[in-house]
């Protein structure tokens, strides 16, 4: 292993909040819920969990692993491992690819991120109270129609994450985690304890949790495997870069484990916030991003303390987009401060701002821009598409593929604290398991 290099993490307490801070985002607030209650409740969430355990965990583990060792940026730590190794330098496209996707996704994740802040101040200013249902739709639309607003939001989301990175790794990244983290969780458990006032609170338990076996068909098998690798910011080039900000002392695999119980246990808390409010008001579960930009402001708007409890909603929200953003700028600033002349400060601003310039183009593809299609998506879908369906998926399977078969693997086991059955048991799965499941969820995505 090499000398630690550069900044650490302050604390194995610290990195856990960021690696969790980073696979809580805002698809955790009402994705996974939804598709616990859409595709067989707890049947799901086994499955789902098993999935995390062959698929999502080995991947974790293994972009931990290249970043400790390398302990610099994505592409140097994959080019000085395969170096070492005796392996092509061409492995370094995973560490480029990496970072690449967390520019991209972060361009468009914070035109969102700008939504829930939009949304916030509407909270408190009373926008929803009152309204039926055509005229929250028309507050989204209205916000989605209108470019210098979605500008506005954008610039002050993306100027939070600025400021929160250009801080670094313990003033900056671990503070914003020791905040709202526990921020995030008390706002939840709120949220939780309002909804079992409801009326309704059994029938969210019972969508969320009643194992129907019946609903699981493959389809359902492989929406599990995906959201197992998409939760945990796998395939991003965050874990490496986190990774390599570790000391030598964490132990990769109980921390991930550690990891995957809470990005899973918020997830599962944000269905038991969100469900009792949909149901008691007779809304459909079912309705993806529109449940929190259109739906559950009605809710809010028409029910006793329903600005209170909107306004807690979408600072929640909120939180939970900020401690995403921050992770996948990250790997891009780290890479920048360590390839470039530029201090931290500069590289951060210089990463920060290009990222904002491209966020400009995806929120004018629902206004001005709205015509302009490649390959027949818009610019912010283009981005999403492109991320998601193969820059993830591919980097993915190439960090596993690399620790699984180009890296020695006695010198993995020991790193890892493995030994006998377990170490043939982690060679099984990161050799064969794991990256069968990314190029099954790759191929369903296409």
């Not at 496209?93 to 509407?122: K, M």
């Not at 360590?338 to 629902?366: H, K």
Request: hydrophobic share 55%.
């Amino acid at each position: 292993m090499s000398k630690l290099s550069h900044a650490q993490w302050s604390s194995k307490m610290a990195f856990i909040l960021a690696a969790t801070g980073s696979a809580v985002g805002l698809g955790n607030i009402w994705r996974f819920s939804y598709m616990v209650g859409d595709s067989g409740g707890a049947a799901f969430v086994l499955i789902y969990l098993a999935c995390v355990a062959l698929v999502g965990l080995p991947i974790l583990v293994a972009e931990w692993l290249i970043g400790r060792r390398g302990q610099e940026n994505p592409i140097n730590s994959m080019v000085d491992l395969a170096r070492k190794n005796g392996r092509l330098p061409a492995w370094a496209l995973v560490g480029a690819s990496g970072v690449l996707a967390a520019f991209l996704i972060l361009s468009f994740y914070s035109v969102i991120g700008g939504w829930s802040l939009s949304y916030t101040l509407g909270s408190v200013t009373g926008a929803f109270t009152g309204q039926d249902a055509d005229g929250v739709s028309a507050i989204f639309t209205g916000l989605l129609g209108n470019p210098v607003a979605l500008t506005l939001w954008h610039t002050a989301f993306m100027a939070l994450v600025i400021w929160i990175v250009a801080r670094g790794v313990t003033k900056g990244l671990e503070g914003a985690v020791r905040t709202l983290m526990p921020a995030l969780v008390v706002l939840m458990l709120v949220l939780v304890g309002y909804g079992m006032t409801t009326g309704h609170f059994g029938e969210a338990l019972a969508f969320m949790f009643s194992p129907d076996w019946g609903a699981v068909t493959g389809e359902v098998v492989l929406a599990a495997m995906g959201q197992a690798f998409f939760t945990l910011s796998l395939g991003m080039g965050i874990m490496m870069a986190y990774g390599s900000y570790l000391g030598e002392d964490v132990n990769l695999i109980g921390t991930a484990r550690t990891v995957i119980i809470l990005d899973t246990a918020i997830a599962l808390l944000a269905g038991l916030a969100i469900f009792p409010i949909v149901f008691a008001n007779g809304l459909s579960p079912g309705e993806g991003p529109g449940l929190i930009f259109v739906t559950l402001p009605l809710a809010f708007g028409n029910m006793t303390g329903g600005m209170i409890l909107g306004l807690m909603f979408f600072l929640l929200l909120t939180f939970a987009a900020l401690t995403s953003a921050i992770s996948l700028l990250e790997p891009v600033v780290e890479l920048m401060e360590e390839r470039t002349p530029l201090s931290r400060m500069a590289a951060t601003l210089v990463g920060g701002v290009a990222v904002w310039v491209l966020g400009i183009a995806a929120l004018m593809s629902f206004n001005v821009w709205d015509g302009f299609l490649i390959l027949g998506l818009n610019v912010f879908d283009l981005l999403d598409t492109f991320t998601s369906k193969f820059l993830l998926p591919l980097t993915g399977l190439g960090a596993i593929l690399f620790v699984a078969w180009r890296l020695d693997r006695d010198s993995v086991a020991t790193e890892l604290n493995l030994s006998g059955g377990q170490a043939t048991l982690w060679l099984l799965v990161s050799r064969f398991v794991a990256p069968a499941g990314v190029i099954l969820v790759f191929v369903s995505s296409l």
